[in-house]
């Protein structure tokens, strides 16, 4: 056991920030830290179990982003492809009306233009909220948003990796989850990680934030941060056959499926991208385009580590990481040999708040080499 990532997680417990937890960390390949605590389920007294399905949200981005690597490498696409040539229908243009190239590359690093706001359309989703549209339904309509740049010319988080995971549908011939199965999650043996849920008894009930304690989510949960922006999830959308395949956030998994991926990543691959293409990914694919985040950059499957100080963080550069907001966070540190995964059933707090990243700190408290 780690005396410091264990007082953190008992701290959150105990001061109801965080409903329940799974924290994993490896070193070296090594599992040196598992843990789950707290309640899988409050209300009926069910503690968390070590193998919990948790809805991933942007967790599902790197599991996409690696299937669309692992495609490029057996030259199935190239990530200079523009996506209309996959998906004729997504054209979006510039605020004075040209039509823009947006590539596959400008998807997987965010710098394509588009948003996850999109108020002038309420029927647009964003991979969180339930809906019946499919794909081509869903990014019409996002398609007649205007962008907010030229692709490549600027950074914003956004939809992008919806529209990537509809690009390789189509270029699979199936849905997407055949395309991450086929290409990622099946080699790599994570079988509780898709768009389906393995086990419908393991699946963690989601909590929002709230005083004096987390709330458990309604079917349809609003949550407004401290700086004002809205989130609505919607728990129940994972049972809906009828809601595209969000390659943004419309996953379930597993702490150890995540953690097998990233180990994988760490080592070259995996057997499912090759070790160059894993670099790549890895290593900033933005240049200096402003971002908010200080002391970060952005690669293909995350955020990267550029200058700790400036960042706030233990982690060495070239360290990449993200998270997702049902109440996730991430790490692979591949100078220190470290992966993280932590998991939780709390949002927004699980991701945004101060437990991922004093998780992180103890996490390198205890086991950073040397």
């Keep these: 056991m780690s005396n410091s990532v264990d007082r953190v997680i008992d701290d959150a417990i105990s001061n109801k920030s965080i409903v329940g937890a799974e924290i994993i960390a490896s070193r070296g390949g090594e599992i040196v830290y598992r843990r789950a605590a707290g309640h899988f389920d409050r209300e009926a007294g069910i503690e968390m179990p070590q193998d919990a399905i948790y809805r991933l949200a942007s967790v599902t981005k790197p599991i996409v982003a690696t299937t669309a690597l692992a495609m490029a490498d057996q030259g199935l696409l190239k990530l200079s492809d523009r996506v209309d040539r996959y998906l004729p229908y997504f054209q979006p243009r510039l605020p004075d009306g040209s039509l823009a190239g947006i590539t596959l590359s400008h998807l997987l690093n965010h710098t394509a233009g588009l948003s996850y706001g999109y108020p002038d359309d309420t029927t647009i989703t964003t991979g969180m909220q339930d809906t019946n549209l499919g794909h081509e339904e869903n990014l019409t309509r996002i398609a007649r948003q205007p962008l907010l740049f030229a692709p490549g010319t600027g950074w914003n988080y956004s939809v992008a990796i919806d529209v990537l995971g509809a690009a390789l549908a189509a270029i699979h011939g199936g849905t997407l989850g055949e395309a991450a199965?086929?290409?990622?999650?099946?080699?790599?043996?994570?079988?509780?990680?898709?768009?389906?849920?393995?086990?419908?008894?393991?699946?963690?009930?989601?909590?929002?934030?709230?005083?004096?304690?987390?709330?458990?989510?309604?079917?349809?949960?609003?949550?407004?941060?401290?700086?004002?922006?809205?989130?609505?999830?919607?728990?129940?959308?994972?049972?809906?056959?009828?809601?595209?395949?969000?390659?943004?956030a419309g996953m379930v998994g597993t702490a150890v499926d995540i953690l097998t991926l990233l180990e994988a990543l760490r080592t070259g691959g995996g057997?499912?991208?090759?070790?160059?293409?894993?670099?790549?990914?890895?290593?900033?694919?933005?240049?200096?385009?402003?971002?908010?985040?200080?002391?970060l950059r952005f690669g293909y499957l995350g955020a990267v580590v550029d200058d700790p100080a400036a960042a706030n963080t233990p982690e060495a550069p070239g360290t990449v990481n993200w998270g997702g907001v049902y109440g996730h966070s991430w790490l692979v540190d591949p100078t220190n040999e470290l992966v993280m995964v932590s998991m939780s059933n709390t949002a927004q707090e699980g991701c945004l708040g101060m437990f991922p990243r004093n998780v992180r700190n103890a996490i390198y408290a205890d086991f950073r080499p040397g």
Aim: charged letters at 20%; aromatic letters at 6%.
């Design 271 to 295: 057997g499912v991208v090759s070790a160059d293409t894993v670099a790549a990914a890895m290593r900033n694919q933005v240049g200096s385009l402003p971002r908010e985040d200080a002391g």
């Design 181 to 248: 199965e086929t290409h990622v999650t099946g080699p790599l043996g994570m079988r509780d990680t898709g768009f389906g849920v393995s086990d419908p008894a393991r699946l963690a009930p989601a909590y929002a934030d709230g005083s004096p304690e987390p709330v458990r989510m309604a079917d349809h949960q609003t949550i407004v941060n401290e700086h004002g922006e809205t989130t609505i999830f919607s728990p129940v959308r994972v049972w809906n056959p009828k809601a595209f395949q969000s390659g943004g």
